[in-house]
């Protein structure tokens, strides 16, 4: 086998540098860059498969180097961090049968390879639908498939802190003297901090588009960062995110859920709920593809639904209470307990009522015109304690 490779490389060879591009038709330029293309994926699949058993033998020792991925980075002339993907692939293919199959035929590119292997790794049931996808879906949404089926894999409170746990900012001066920067974040905070950097970067384009001066959009996102660690950014961002209401109350999202936050991509529900504290978080209750209802996570209270509670709650809900100055509105589910900020969980009591809500013991059931005042319950510990208009 060897000796074959070594004749087909030197043969591929041969052809590539005396490849004068200036004289193809522009229909043999576009099918040699498929040809290329295939022969690409094939070579990336051979190396991966052979760099697996390499990785289980004691021959990247010997060759002087700390680690297999070490080895790969200098032999493969890539990253490290390239490195490491391919060898975790490598050693992911024999459990992943259809995988390491249709990346041996050419079908699949490395990076595609790399992402269902990883995906696989969490949840083994998903390898075929994540295969079929790769064959039809663009490299970027078979990547958020792939990162969505890992998140409801590991879906949980200790997931969330793993990626929190391995944040990191880094810089250094490149060779013109300009300072670069490299980060890591945990997922919330890196949304709320791209929210900021562009709501102030689209105020800081506006503004030029005024004076007419041009800029890229990337100049303007770097002066809007600047500004924010200076103190001298102005705007305020939204963080957009979408969660099932089932996966929220769950704690973890099942096949066919979402919680993602937009221009990030696929999060634990842990992330969403540390978002909702802030007020930021939107959750969809949805059947099937369409959205049946649109409720505010946030302790937050939003104008629309102030003005819908004061209209439905003129006074203290309790029954038998007529106290009508000086409301506080309450989620009658807890906040804290996964209730969420929407008029079905929310409701205005006095001062008096809250405060045996919120220490005594006391519940809220029922609904408007309806309502009952129960004792025997936890505290809510936590309450919002949102004054009432």
Same mark, same amino acid.
Request: net charge positive.
């Given at each position: ?146 990162? /969505? *089926?890992?998140? #409801?894999?590991?879906?949980? +409170?200790?997931? $969330?802190?793993?990626?929190? =746990? @391995? &944040?990191? %900012? ?62 001298? /950014? *102005?705007?305020? #961002?939204?963080?957009?995110? +979408?969660?099932? $209401?089932?996966?929220?109350? =769950? @704690? &973890?999202? %099942? ?81 804290? &307990? ?52």
């Amino acid at each position: 086998m060897i000796d074959r490779v070594e004749a087909m490389t030197e043969a591929l060879r041969g052809l590539v540098s005396g490849l004068d591009p200036g004289a193809l038709s522009a229909v043999d330029a576009a099918r040699l860059v498929e040809l290329f293309a295939e022969g690409e994926r094939l070579c990336a699949a051979g190396r991966t498969l052979a760099a697996g058993r390499v990785q289980r033998s004691p021959a990247w020792r010997d060759a002087g180097f700390a680690s297999p991925a070490r080895w790969m980075a200098a032999r493969a002339k890539m990253t490290l961090g390239q490195a490491i993907a391919s060898m975790e692939t490598a050693g992911r293919l024999d459990r992943l049968p259809e995988l390491r199959e249709t990346f041996a035929r050419g079908h699949l590119s490395e990076t595609q390879a790399v992402e269902i292997a990883a995906a696989a790794a969490a949840d083994p049931a998903a390898e075929p639908s994540l295969v079929d996808a790769a064959g039809h879906e663009t490299v970027d949404a078979l990547r958020e498939r792939c990162r /969505a *089926v890992r998140v #409801a894999a590991r879906s949980d +409170e200790s997931a $969330a802190e793993r990626i929190r =746990r @391995g &944040r990191f %900012l880094r810089s250094w001066t490149d060779r013109d003297g300009a300072v670069r920067l490299d980060g890591r974040f945990a997922p919330d905070d890196g949304a709320r901090l791209l929210a900021r950097v562009k709501a102030e970067a689209e105020r800081l384009q506006a503004e030029a588009r005024r004076s007419r001066q041009r800029e890229g959009a990337d100049a303007y996102a770097a002066d809007a960062l600047v500004g924010l660690a200076t103190g001298g /950014a *102005v705007s305020q #961002a939204v963080v957009q995110v +979408e969660v099932d $209401a089932a996966a929220y109350e =769950r @704690g &973890r999202v %099942l096949p066919g859920e979402r919680s993602v936050i937009r221009g990030v991509g696929p999060v634990p529900v842990e992330v969403v709920r540390r978002l909702a504290r802030d007020g930021v978080v939107k959750l969809l209750e949805r059947d099937g593809v369409e959205v049946t209802r649109v409720a505010h996570l946030g302790r937050a209270i939003p104008a629309h639904l102030r003005s819908a509670l004061e209209a439905r709650d003129p006074t203290c809900v309790v029954p038998g209470c007529d106290v009508r100055n000086g409301l506080e509105i309450d989620h009658i589910l807890p906040y804290a &307990r996964g209730g969420h900020t929407s008029l079905a969980n929310l409701a205005r009591l006095c001062r008096y009522h809250h405060a045996q809500k919120t220490h005594r013991g006391w519940r809220l059931e029922g609904h408007p015109g309806h309502w009952r005042w129960l004792r025997g319950g936890a505290p809510d510990k936590t309450p919002s304690r949102e004054r009432a208009p």
